[in-house]
């Protein structure tokens, strides 16, 4: 699975859905510069833990394909993050799905 373009949407009772986002062992390593997978691992179920991240390895892959969906939680914390006090609707200026 390579890395793509990250999108977002929102449904009619205003919650922010991030689309499954994932991307290759390989790619993983590359971005994070870490190619120890266990600790690659661990880092992605801590991430889920602290609901930031929906997903991790699919452990049943052959590739070992990591999903990289961020959560609302993770959304709106981007958003605070870039010095915003939008809502995410309006900061990623996402339309109605």
Do not use: W
Not at 29 to 48: A, C, K, M
Request: aromatic residues 8%.
């Amino acid at each position: 699975m390579p890395a793509r373009e990250h999108q977002s949407d929102y449904h009619q009772n205003g919650l922010v859905l991030a689309e499954d986002f994932g991307v290759s062992l390989k790619a993983l390593q590359e971005i994070s510069g870490t190619y120890d997978i266990h600790q690659l691992d661990h880092e992605l179920d801590h991430l889920r833990e602290i609901g930031l991240l929906d997903g991790g390895f699919h452990a049943d892959s052959i590739n070992l394909d990591a999903a990289l969906t961020p959560t609302p939680l993770a959304l709106n914390m981007y958003v605070r993050c870039r010095g915003s006090r939008q809502s995410p609707i309006e900061f990623f200026a996402l339309e109605e799905k």
